[in-house]
């Protein structure tokens, strides 16, 4: 039985504890306000932009030599993943749920016979996959001191992949990264970057202009496509950013509430075994004048 | 009849313009192009320029890519300012910082171009 003076001491640990994640969670509701504005300011950009790669891809003959960044290399033997994560912890599952979800395509990748190669982007996923996939690791980058993930950022990433690409290192391309669906929700997702992911059903909806090129198809697409490969890395990020926040703040506002439990159990603790105390006090006193 | 048709311009991080207009002028890669009503569908990209949109309103851009259809023209632009927010200061800095970058002697023919137009379009700025 911890002694009144323990008690005492753990109930103020645990409310100054609340206070600090109670302060997290408003920042971080704070945060996410304007994180899932950016969010949302970002998507039409890379819709539309997917739409003009679908409608020029739909005017593409077939068999010519459209460019490899929009049909592969013919080859599926390198896969470079591409993992977007947080810098920063304390934001429940957010990080872990990438990772897990990365680890699993690994998995598969390694299974398959495949070779693999990752890219980490934020320092915590970096931390959970280099212990059993630090081999694989090719580069690691991490955006920590910057405010704010703007075009520039998701640029230099979209760079170093088109690089590699072009050096032959590898065959496809997918990036995971958290999708904001809303506060409680954030789906960890994979997709597929290089060569560019056309939806099936988009390609059969059949209603193809006949647009005007210039200078011609291949050299907008070889003017646009990389272009993309960075748009889909922002909007992983923009999409992560909004995550992160949304998961922090849930995070945090379970540990307020959990704390603010136990703050209540130990506060009973501490009634009881002082009440006991004093019980016990005033029966030595009392039967100590008995006695007498 | 009205000759206006629908413009918007977006960025990465924003909507930057969405309005009507009778006249936009582009600086495409191959050239300046001009759309009016009703031209035909087109599917194109920039090069470095200043985007004129009716007579009020003028962007500096440094790449794009646009796509009109159905009288709908859409420009998407990673890097895009309103002239009106362009300083003087700002200007030179960008101007300072193209001739660098066209000074190292690892860029292809194609960035040149594009260097050189960025370089000769900030100076025609002020």
């Given at each position: 039985?911890?002694?009144?003076?323990?008690?005492?001491?753990?109930?103020?640990s645990?409310?100054s504890t609340?206070?600090?994640?109670?302060a997290m969670?408003?920042?971080?509701?704070?945060?996410?306000?304007?994180?899932?504005?950016?969010?949302?300011?970002?998507?039409?950009?890379?819709?539309?932009?997917?739409?003009?790669?679908?409608?020029?891809?739909?005017?593409?003959?077939?068999?010519?030599?459209?460019?490899?960044?929009?049909?592969?290399?013919?080859?599926?033997?390198?896969?470079?993943?591409?993992?977007?994560?947080?810098?920063?912890?304390?934001?429940?599952g957010?990080?872990?749920?990438?990772?897990?979800?990365?680890?699993?395509?690994?998995?598969?990748?390694?299974?398959?016979?495949?070779?693999?190669?990752?890219?980490?982007?934020?320092?915590?996923?970096?931390?959970?996959?280099?212990?059993?996939?630090?081999?694989?690791?090719?580069?690691?980058?991490?955006?920590?001191?910057?405010?704010?993930?703007?075009?520039?950022?998701?640029n230099?990433?979209g760079?170093?992949?088109?690089?590699l690409?072009?050096?032959?290192?590898?065959?496809?391309?997918?990036?995971?990264?958290?999708?904001f669906k809303?506060?409680?929700?954030?789906?960890?997702?994979?997709?597929?970057?290089?060569?560019?992911?056309?939806?099936?059903?988009?390609?059969?909806?059949?209603?193809?202009?006949?647009?005007?090129?210039?200078?011609?198809?291949?050299?907008?697409?070889?003017?646009?496509?990389?272009?993309?490969?960075?748009?889909?890395i922002?909007?992983?990020?923009?999409?992560?950013?909004?995550?992160?926040?949304?998961?922090?703040?849930?995070?945090?506002d379970?540990?307020?509430?959990?704390?603010?439990?136990?703050?209540?159990?130990?506060?009973?603790?501490?009634?009881?075994?002082?009440?006991?105390?004093?019980?016990?006090e005033?029966?030595?006193?009392?039967?100590?004048?008995?006695?007498? | 009849?009205?000759?206006?048709?629908?413009?918007?311009?977006?960025?990465?991080?924003?909507?930057?313009?969405?309005?009507?207009?009778?006249?936009?002028?582009?600086?495409?890669?191959?050239?300046?192009?001009?759309?009016?009503k009703?031209?035909?569908?087109?599917?194109?990209?920039?090069?470095?320029?200043?985007?004129?949109i009716?007579?009020?309103?003028?962007f500096f851009?440094?790449?794009?890519?646009?796509?009109?259809?159905?009288?709908?023209l859409?420009?998407?632009?990673?890097?895009?300012?309103?002239?009106?927010?362009?300083?003087?200061?700002?200007?030179?800095?960008?101007?300072?910082?193209?001739?660098?970058?066209?000074?190292?002697?690892?860029i292809?023919?194609?960035?040149?171009?594009?260097?050189?137009?960025?370089?000769?379009?900030?100076k025609?700025i002020?």
């Open positions: 039985m911890p002694s009144l003076d323990d008690l005492k001491k753990r109930i103020k645990v409310k609340q206070k600090i994640t109670k969670k408003m920042v971080a509701a704070a945060k996410l306000k304007k994180a899932q504005e950016n969010a949302e300011r970002g998507r039409p950009y890379s819709e539309k932009l997917q739409n003009i790669i679908l409608n020029l891809t739909k005017s593409l003959s077939e068999g010519s030599n459209a460019p490899k960044l929009l049909v592969g290399n013919g080859k599926d033997k390198v896969y470079l993943c591409v993992v977007i994560t947080a810098d920063r912890g304390l934001c429940g957010f990080n872990s749920n990438i990772c897990r979800l990365a680890k699993s395509h690994f998995q598969k990748i390694l299974k398959e016979g495949k070779e693999l190669k990752i890219i980490t982007v934020g320092s915590k996923g970096h931390d959970q996959i280099k212990a059993e996939y630090g081999d694989f690791i090719v580069h690691k980058k991490s955006f920590k001191e910057k405010k704010q993930i703007t075009f520039k950022e998701a230099e990433i760079k170093k992949v088109i690089e690409y072009e050096q032959e290192q590898f065959d496809k391309c997918l990036i995971f990264y958290n999708n809303n506060v409680i929700t954030q789906i960890p997702q994979a997709e597929q970057i290089i060569p560019t992911f056309i939806k099936q059903e988009d390609k059969n909806k059949d209603k193809a202009l006949f647009y005007e090129f210039e200078p011609d198809e291949d050299e907008i697409l070889e003017d646009l496509l990389p272009k993309n490969v960075s748009i889909q922002l909007k992983a990020f923009l999409e992560n950013a909004a995550s992160e926040q949304g998961s922090r703040m849930t995070a945090m379970n540990a307020t509430r959990n704390a603010g439990d136990l703050v209540d159990k130990l506060t009973i603790n501490y009634n009881r075994s002082r009440q006991a105390s004093i019980t016990k005033l029966i030595e006193i009392i039967s100590g004048a008995e006695s007498l | 009849m009205s000759q206006e048709f629908k413009i918007e311009i977006i960025s990465p991080d924003r909507s930057i313009f969405s309005g009507n207009t009778d006249e936009a002028i582009l600086p495409c890669f191959e050239g300046q192009v001009t759309i009016l009703d031209h035909i569908p087109l599917i194109t990209y920039l090069r470095p320029g200043i985007i004129e009716g007579k009020n309103e003028k851009t440094e790449d794009g890519t646009v796509e009109f259809s159905d009288n709908n859409l420009i998407l632009a990673t890097t895009i300012q309103s002239l009106k927010l362009i300083n003087a200061k700002h200007k030179n800095n960008m101007i300072q910082e193209a001739e660098k970058e066209l000074s190292t002697s690892q292809s023919d194609k960035q040149k171009y594009i260097l050189n137009y960025k370089i000769e379009t900030l025609q002020n």
